[in-house]
C-alpha cells in the first residue's frame, strides 16, 4: 500500500480524518505508525498530498491532512476486455488500476464461458476492491470506469462506433502484420480471451473501424497480455 485512500466520511474535521478499518489495521500492524510519523494520502477520485499521524488507539488512527497534488497523468488508452476466466479477474483489475487506465469494457465473446459471467468476482464490491488494490499500490486516486457487455455484437455494432468516433481502436490478433508498439495516438484497445477472438468476431471489429495489430510473437495469458498491451502502448504515445 504506497498511498492511504480516503473517502468523504472519513473527515472528522476539514484537515482531520479518522481511519478504524482495514486502512487502520496496515498502519498498525504493517507500517507500525508512530504519532507524527508523515504518510501518503490521496482522496478517493481528487488530490493526493501528506497525512500526519496525530492520534493513535487500539482501533483508529487520527491524521491531520493537507491535499496538494493532482491525480497522475491518465494511461493514454482505454481497453476493451474479453472476460478473463474468474481467477485472472482481480489480477487484471488490479492492472489496469496500476496503469492508469481510465474506462474498461468488458465484453463477451465465443471463446468465452457464459457461466464466467455468474461469477461473483464482477460484482461492483468485489470490482471495486480489485481497482482500489492497484491504485494504492500505484499511488493513484483515480477509479478507472468499468462497463459490462454480456453480449459481443450489440456491444461491437451499437457501442463501439460511439467509442472510436475520435479514437483509434486496435484488435489485438495474432495475424496482423503490424505491431501494437508501432502504433501512436490515444485510442482503445481491444482484447480477446484465451485463444483469441475468432474470426467472424475480428470481421466484426474491423468493419467499425478497429485494426488488426500483434502484441508479438508470443502467445501470452490474459493477464500478460494485457500487461503488455498497455505497457506497449505508452512507448507509442510518448508517456
Known amino acids: 500500500m504506497n498511498i492511504i485512500l480516503l473517502q468523504p466520511d472519513d473527515w472528522l474535521n476539514d484537515t482531520t480524518v479518522v481511519l478504524a478499518d482495514r486502512r487502520y489495521r496496515h498502519l498498525h500492524d504493517v507500517l507500525k505508525v508512530a504519532v507524527g510519523d508523515s504518510l501518503r494520502v490521496g482522496l478517493l477520485g481528487g488530490q493526493s498530498g501528506c497525512g500526519i499521524v496525530v492520534a493513535l488507539s487500539d482501533s483508529e488512527a487520527h491524521l491531520?491532512?493537507?491535499?496538494?497534488?493532482?491525480?497522475?497523468?491518465?494511461?493514454?488508452?482505454?481497453?476493451i476486455l474479453a472476460l478473463?476466466?474468474?481467477?485472472?479477474?482481480?489480477?487484471?483489475?488490479?492492472?489496469?488500476?496500476?496503469?492508469?487506465?481510465?474506462r474498461v469494457d468488458v465484453i463477451h465473446s465465443a471463446r468465452v464461458e457464459k457461466s464466467?459471467?455468474?461469477?461473483?468476482?464482477?460484482?461492483?464490491?468485489?470490482?471495486?476492491?480489485?481497482?482500489?488494490?492497484?491504485?494504492?499500490?500505484a499511488g493513484d486516486t483515480v477509479l478507472p470506469e468499468v462497463h459490462l457487455h454480456p453480449r459481443f455484437k450489440p456491444f461491437v455494432e451499437d457501442r463501439l462506433p460511439e467509442l472510436i468516433a475520435t479514437n483509434t481502436c486496435w484488435i489485438?490478433?495474432?495475424?496482423?502484420?503490424?505491431?501494437?508498439?508501432?502504433?501512436v495516438g490515444e485510442g482503445l484497445i481491444m482484447l480477446g480471451p484465451e485463444g483469441g477472438f475468432v474470426p467472424f468476431e475480428v470481421d466484426l471489429a474491423q468493419?467499425?473501424?478497429?485494426?488488426?495489430?500483434?502484441?508479438?510473437?508470443?502467445?501470452?495469458?490474459?493477464?500478460?497480455?494485457?500487461?503488455?498491451?498497455?505497457?506497449?502502448?505508452?512507448?507509442?504515445?510518448?508517456?
Open 116 to 137: 464466467f459471467w455468474q461469477s461473483p468476482l464482477l460484482r461492483p464490491d468485489r470490482i471495486n476492491a480489485a481497482l482500489l488494490a492497484g491504485l494504492e499500490r
Open 84 to 102: 478473463p476466466r474468474p481467477k485472472m479477474l482481480r489480477r487484471v483489475f488490479r492492472t489496469v488500476a496500476e496503469m492508469g487506465v481510465s
Open 64 to 79: 491531520e491532512v493537507k491535499l496538494t497534488e493532482p491525480p497522475p497523468v491518465r494511461h493514454p488508452r482505454d481497453l
Open 172 to 183: 489485438a490478433h495474432p495475424g496482423a502484420g503490424e505491431a501494437l508498439s508501432g502504433q
Open 207 to 239: 468493419s467499425v473501424g478497429a485494426l488488426p495489430v500483434n502484441l508479438g510473437a508470443r502467445t501470452l495469458s490474459v493477464d500478460t497480455a494485457v500487461a503488455a498491451a498497455l505497457s506497449q502502448s505508452l512507448a507509442g504515445t510518448n508517456s
